[in-house]
């Protein structure tokens, strides 16, 4: 009798299993139409200022999203809804289609474009550090902080810095992972961690909210590159990202580009020195 | 979507290191929950009502809040007035102090359970309350608390992934950092599942034959 309703329980969940798959897996075809047909695109930020900024009221700016908002109006899209997404989280959201594209600041690396596409660069910026006071260890680059393995830093899971910090000989038992940014500079200001690692205008302006004397920043830090962030697409999406790129040449060329960035402290000049294909070839 | 046998091999080890932290903060965990839930249901059954009635709200506040919130502020608040934990150690509190308002609460009614006309036979025979205690009522009222302290054991086991929030690297968390570098969640969470099947199930087995074999003799079959 057991072993009866327990062969019937097992069926019935592979049945129920079987339905879920087969409901994904379809969708895709003309992405970009779906978004004018619905008003709006759903996007990924991480609510990292001032790349991407979630207002009390659930509106989204920040300069990422706001150049995302001004090329989706040209292309017939005329409202941004924004969903928080820690940066570790946006490639697996993107794949499983929880939102239409990721405006936060996501960095152009080789890695991440083996699984998905991005538009060309619209945010560059340097890495910072913050330390406490004096900078007591004397941290100015990834390599010092591999080089004392008393010293820890904490930065965000899966984002850029996790990786420049791996690959400079950081061990992994010394970064201890913050759930959300201004968590990390409490850590610090707490002295679980002795130093925050993070895109250098995210943590000046953390530090700014903040206003603690007790910290320092560090900026730019040496030997990392400049980071370069681009709008981030559904491999399937090709059609979309390249209308995307289309429109967002416009808006540089109109010089409008400039005056949204700007004003959040990035250089036009720098961003548009680079292209997609200085990071990943082909993508 | 599709099973990679070299993500399982590369994210196994780290597993294999949170089950570690996620069994010790559990084991730790429940020994502070038995010993303050102990303290605290002798507290709430206190002949002097203020202490009565202040264990009893005590036991109520930590019990209707939840314990994501109270771990945030073991974690970034109590720094701030000068008393500093270890991730573990704030998670191992947050979840002693949590679970030993419930298990407060197994201990009272064990005790309360206790026929009126035991209490009544130790005072004939001229019992002191330790007496009392330690010779009539606790020995009738251990073995039945002893099957629900072990299902709460099993609860505290699978609220362990909480303390990720608070940076403990315990097995929820040890997948979660690698699938935020990795991108890949399928095997990592599956395996996270699993682990968690793997003791969970036989835990309750056997407390479920716990429950069987304090059975009062009065109920067996």
Not at chain 1, 67 to 90: H, I
Not at chain 2, 63 to 77: E, G, M, S
Request: with cysteine; net charge neutral; hydrophobic share 45%.
């Amino acid at each position: 009798m057991r072993s009866l309703n327990l062969r019937k329980a097992l069926v019935g969940m592979v049945a129920a299993g079987a339905v879920i798959a087969g409901s994904i897996g379809s969708a895709s075809a003309d992405t970009l139409q779906k978004l004018r047909d619905q008003g709006y695109a759903t996007v990924a930020v991480a609510n990292e200022p001032p790349y991407s900024d979630v207002k009390g009221d659930g509106y989204v700016t920040g300069a990422a999203p706001d150049v995302a908002r001004a090329v989706m109006k040209k292309l017939g899209v005329p409202e941004l809804k924004a969903q928080v997404v820690a940066y570790g989280s946006m490639i697996p959201a993107l794949l499983a289609r929880r939102v239409d594209m990721a405006t936060s600041g996501l960095y152009i690396k080789p890695k991440r474009c083996e699984s998905i596409i991005y538009s060309e660069p619209d945010l560059c910026g340097a890495e910072a550090f913050a330390v406490m006071k004096g900078n007591p260890h004397n941290i100015l680059t990834y390599e010092d902080i591999g080089k004392n393995p008393d010293v820890t830093m904490t930065t965000c899971a899966g984002c850029a810095e996790e990786a420049y910090a791996l690959e400079r000989g950081v061990s992994a038992e010394q970064i201890k992972v913050f759930t959300d940014p201004p968590s990390g500079i409490k850590m610090l200001q707490q002295g679980r961690v002795d130093v925050f690692a993070l895109s250098g205008l995210g943590t000046q302006d953390l530090l700014r909210k903040f206003n603690d004397p007790n910290l320092e920043l560090i900026m730019p830090v040496k030997g990392v590159p400049m980071g370069c962030a681009g709008a981030a697409f559904n491999p399937e999406d090709k059609d979309f990202r390249d209308a995307y790129d289309q429109a967002l040449k416009e808006l540089k060329d109109s010089g409008e580009f400039a005056k949204i960035i700007e004003p959040y402290g990035f250089s036009t000049e720098a961003t548009l020195a680079v292209k997609r294909d200085d990071f990943c070839p082909g993508n | 979507m599709e099973w990679s046998w070299t993500v399982v091999e590369a994210v196994l080890p780290k597993l294999a290191q949170g089950l570690i932290v996620t069994i010790q903060a559990t084991f730790v965990g429940a020994f502070l929950a038995y010993v303050l839930g102990l303290g605290l249901a002798l507290l709430k059954m206190s002949k002097i009502k203020v202490v009565a009635w202040i264990s009893y709200w005590l036991g109520e506040f930590v019990r209707r809040t939840p314990l994501l919130v109270q771990l945030y502020f073991l974690f970034y608040v109590l720094p701030d007035l000068g008393i500093f934990l270890s991730p573990f150690v704030a998670g191992v509190i947050g979840l002693g102090v949590h679970f030993s308002a419930y298990t407060s609460e197994v201990y009272r009614a064990g005790i309360e359970n206790v026929p009126k006309g035991q209490w009544e036979a130790s005072r004939a025979l001229n019992y002191n309350s330790y007496q009392t205690m330690r010779f009539v009522i606790l020995p009738q009222s251990i073995p039945p608390m002893i099957p629900p302290l072990a299902n709460y054991l099993i609860t505290m086991f699978k609220e362990t992934p909480l303390l990720s929030a608070i940076t403990v690297i315990e097995l929820f968390n040890a997948a979660n950092i690698y699938s935020n570098s990795h991108y890949k969640y399928l095997e990592p969470m599956t395996l996270v599942g699993l682990f968690f099947l793997i003791v969970s199930v036989p835990s309750a087995y056997f407390a479920m034959r716990l429950e069987k074999h304090f059975k009062p003799k009065s109920m067996r079959g």
